[in-house]
């Protein structure tokens, strides 16, 4: 079974997830992230690589960072230790300070026994399948460094770890924010002290929930995966607008003024538009996942702005954006990515854009997310089927007669599960009645077809 899944190593901390995984892993991604160009003129320099270490609050991040310190520490690798920071400022720290890789611990959404491993590459990039399948190959040999001496890596603490990310967030921002009242749901997570932090010193009002980490209850009944209470404190207090993070803080969702949902196909339509009218949408393209709602599409075309399509996961927006150059891409979950200031999904530089464009456009949220019509979308799990034979010819036409009945006003999406024995069913259309219909006639399909 492969060591890596779509975003790192993860697994339940002290179960597969062990120090000594982590310990491994880190002495193995040193062997392979210290060869390279940069990175062999250093050590014939003499000087020894460098990697950022962080994590997010949860309890088990303590001991599985200790043991990736001192696995990159004994193979002759400085660490700077962040301490609690989000994935995105990680990632903009290897790139400030032009270290060699680094490690985040962090497990985003998931709850707290659970536990992951992301490793970045130089810039605060994620890594390719072919570097994570080296690493991998070189744990299993069991290859490492073992310096000696003064050649050992040394641990110290990154002190202005935090500051140097606000610094960065804050002059992203085209506009203050003076004079709106937000909401911060920070999941009880990573972004518990810097996404207040930015958002106070940008000029906003902030009221906080889910700012109390205690370890345990990261994600627990807050945070971008659950957002009543987020709703629920907006209206009470009268804010403009929530935004909710996930427990690393690369996703940010929001609510408007009056509790409704404003999901990342929202956000970008908002964010695409904005970067249109003032240059910034480079070759006016926007990149998606085939997930993103039909209405995103219907918007985009609308206002001018193509819209690329990838398979489901940030690793394969950023993937395409790399490719063509492009500025701006995301996930409907709200993995936002703003390429000209991040090199992977960052919720506090959304939330900030998101929150300025109300302020520059002295609009609402509401009105501001009414450039996109969402169009009524229903998903379905098929659970223990033969996910491999999704093109059987009776799905096959299936899927046809359906995409046939629904025309121009809607879709169709089949696609098997990267991690489980199950095909999900995706069905939008112009009503809700239509794609529960379409979606619970093909489930129905899968089901029979592709029986264990």
Same mark, same amino acid.
């Given at each position: 079974?492969?060591?890596?899944?779509?975003?790192?190593?993860?697994?339940?901390?002290?179960?597969?997830?062990?120090?000594?995984?982590?310990?491994?892993?880190?002495?193995?991604?040193?062997?392979?992230?210290?060869?390279?160009?940069?990175?062999?003129?250093?050590?014939?320099?003499?000087?020894?690589?460098?990697?950022?270490?962080?994590?997010?609050?949860?309890?088990?991040?303590?001991?599985?960072?200790?043991?990736?310190?001192?696995?990159?520490?004994?193979?002759?690798?400085?660490?700077?230790?962040?301490?609690?920071?989000?994935?995105?400022?990680?990632?903009?720290?290897?790139?400030?300070?032009?270290?060699?890789?680094?490690?985040?611990?962090?497990?985003?959404?998931?709850?707290?026994?659970?536990?992951?491993?992301?490793?970045?590459?130089?810039?605060?990039?994620?890594?390719?399948?072919?570097?994570?399948?080296?690493?991998?190959?070189?744990?299993?040999?069991?290859?490492?460094?073992?310096?000696?001496?003064?050649?050992?890596?040394?641990?110290?603490?990154?002190?202005?770890?935090?500051?140097?990310?606000?610094?960065?967030?804050?002059?992203?921002?085209?506009?203050?924010?003076?004079?709106?009242?937000?909401?911060?749901?920070?999941?009880?997570?990573?972004?518990?002290?810097?996404?207040?932090?930015?958002?106070?010193?940008?000029?906003?009002?902030?009221?906080?929930?889910?700012?109390?980490?205690?370890?345990?209850?990261?994600?627990?009944?807050?945070?971008?995966?659950?957002?009543?209470?987020?709703?629920?404190?907006?209206?009470?207090?009268?804010?403009?607008?929530?935004?909710?993070?996930?427990?690393?803080?690369?996703?940010?969702?929001?609510?408007?003024?009056?509790?409704?949902?404003?999901? !990342?196909?929202?956000?970008? /339509?908002?964010? *695409?538009?904005?970067? %249109? +009218?003032?240059?910034? #949408?480079?070759?006016?393209?926007? &990149?998606?996942?085939?997930?993103?709602?039909?209405?995103?599409?219907?918007?985009?075309?609308?206002?001018?702005?193509?819209?690329?399509?990838?398979?489901?996961?940030?690793?394969?927006?950023?993937?395409?954006?790399?490719?063509?150059?492009?500025?701006?891409?995301?996930?409907?979950?709200?993995?936002?990515?703003?390429?000209?200031?991040?090199?992977?999904?960052?919720?506090?530089?959304? !939330?900030?854009?998101?929150? /300025?464009?109300? *302020?520059?456009?002295? %609009? +609402?949220?509401?009105? #501001?997310?009414?450039?996109?019509? &969402?169009?009524?979308?229903?998903?379905?799990?098929?659970?223990?089927?033969?996910?491999?034979?999704?093109?059987?010819?009776?799905?096959?036409?299936?899927?046809?007669?359906?995409?046939?009945?629904?025309?121009?006003?809607?879709?169709?999406?089949?696609?098997?599960?990267?991690?489980?024995?199950?095909?999900?069913?995706?069905?939008?259309?112009?009503?809700?009645?239509?794609?529960?219909?379409?979606?619970?006639?093909? /489930?129905?399909?899968?089901?029979?077809?592709?029986?264990?």
């Amino acid at each position: 079974m492969a060591l890596f899944g779509t975003d790192g190593v993860r697994g339940l901390a002290n179960g597969p997830l062990t120090a000594e995984l982590a310990l491994s892993l880190a002495q193995a991604t040193a062997v392979v992230l210290g060869q390279g160009r940069i990175a062999n003129a250093r050590k014939a320099a003499g000087k020894r690589l460098t990697a950022v270490v962080a994590r997010d609050p949860r309890i088990s991040g303590q001991f599985l960072s200790a043991a990736v310190e001192a696995g990159l520490a004994s193979s002759g690798v400085d660490v700077l230790d962040a301490g609690t920071l989000p994935t995105p400022a990680t990632a903009f720290l290897i790139s400030d300070i032009d270290a060699d890789f680094g490690v985040m611990i962090s497990a985003s959404h998931n709850p707290a026994p659970d536990n992951g491993i992301k490793i970045f590459a130089r810039g605060g990039r994620k890594l390719p399948d072919i570097v994570e399948q080296r690493i991998e190959e070189t744990m299993q040999s069991g290859t490492k460094l073992q310096p000696t001496g003064g050649d050992v890596g040394r641990v110290e603490r990154f002190s202005d770890a935090e500051d140097r990310y606000v610094l960065h967030l804050l002059s992203s921002l085209p506009h203050r924010l003076d004079g709106l009242h937000v909401v911060l749901d920070c999941a009880n997570g990573a972004a518990s002290g810097a996404s207040p932090e930015a958002f106070n010193t940008a000029g906003a009002k902030v009221t906080v929930i889910g700012a109390s980490p205690d370890g345990l209850n990261i994600n627990d009944g807050v945070g971008s995966t659950h957002l009543d209470k987020l709703a629920a404190e907006v209206v009470r207090v009268g804010a403009d607008i929530g935004i909710a993070h996930d427990g690393d803080a690369d996703r940010c969702l929001a609510v408007d003024a009056d509790g409704n949902i404003v999901d !990342g196909d929202q956000i970008m /339509a908002i964010l *695409a538009v904005a970067m %249109k +009218s003032r240059g910034k #949408l480079r070759d006016d393209t926007l &990149v998606a996942t085939v997930m993103s709602n039909l209405g995103l599409h219907v918007a985009m075309r609308e206002q001018g702005i193509t819209v690329r399509q990838t398979a489901v996961g940030d690793r394969y927006v950023l993937e395409d954006m790399n490719a063509g150059g492009y500025s701006l891409g995301g996930e409907q979950s709200g993995h936002v990515i703003m390429s000209d200031f991040a090199t992977t999904g960052d919720g506090l530089l959304t !939330g900030l854009h998101l929150v /300025a464009e109300m *302020a520059r456009r002295k %609009k +609402s949220l509401a009105e #501001l997310a009414s450039v996109m019509t &969402v169009y009524p979308q229903v998903l379905i799990n098929v659970k223990d089927v033969d996910k491999t034979r999704v093109d059987d010819e009776g799905v096959v036409a299936a899927v046809r007669e359906c995409e046939e009945l629904l025309g121009s006003t809607g879709r169709v999406l089949l696609r098997a599960s990267g991690t489980e024995s199950l095909v999900r069913v995706m069905v939008e259309a112009a009503d809700k009645e239509t794609a529960q219909e379409c979606a619970e006639n093909l /489930a129905e399909v899968v089901r029979q077809r592709l029986a264990l």
